[in-house]
């Protein structure tokens, strides 16, 4: 499953069905980012889905709620980025967010992801060699956003097999 827009930004879900498991109470799967026609993390390795997709959504709207200022126009190089990530560990994420901490995507495949601002553009941060050799993409304002939040809730993935198929699809419960 590729959620979002060609042009910019996507995000691919893939569900895996393994007999025995408890796939529904613990979707495995792979998650990734693809940002200019490469797939972040990329490793093509099965996660617990539970804690890339929701945890993507939860700094996604919790760091929304505190970030007080704009990067600006500073270079990737001139920021500091590990002081930045400290501040934000101790409570005080005035301007990044870092949309990776507890996806399991940094811990166990070195993919840090992080959103910050200038203006009218978002600034993806991204590494995939943990906390090293940090790249950056501009989007127009709400692009990084509205794939995010576009991603379903690790509890709304099923996966259908079909003979030796096995498709993802989204099953929204409104209770």
């Known amino acids: 499953m ?8 996507m995000a691919q879900i893939e569900l895996i069905y393994i007999p025995g498991y408890p796939n529904d109470r613990i979707p495995l799967g792979t998650f990734n980012f693809i940002i200019d026609g490469e797939f972040y993390p990329g490793k093509g390795c099965d996660i617990e889905l539970f804690y890339a997709l929701d945890s993507f ?8 709620k505190y970030i007080t200022e704009d990067l600006g126009d500073t270079s ?10 400290d501040n934000a560990a101790e409570g005080n994420p005035n ?7 507890g996806s399991m995507l940094a811990e166990d495949h070195g993919f840090i992801c992080l959103l ?13 060699t943990g906390y090293k050799n940090f790249q950056e993409i501009r989007y127009p304002k709400g692009t990084v956003e509205a794939v995010i939040r ?3 809730r690790s509890k709304e993935l099923r996966v259908k097999v079909e003979g030796n198929q096995m498709i993802t699809y989204i099953e929204k419960n409104d209770i």
């Open 2 to 9: 590729i959620i979002g827009d060609y042009y910019n930004l």
């Open 57 to 64: 959504k939860n700094n996604l709207e919790c760091g929304l």
């Open 76 to 85: 990737l190089y001139k920021l500091d980025i590990y002081n930045i990530l």
């Open 95 to 101: 301007n990044i967010i870092e949309l990776s901490r």
């Open 116 to 128: 910050g601002f200038d203006g009218d553009e978002e600034r993806l941060i991204f590494s995939n």
């Open 150 to 152: 576009s991603l379903p």
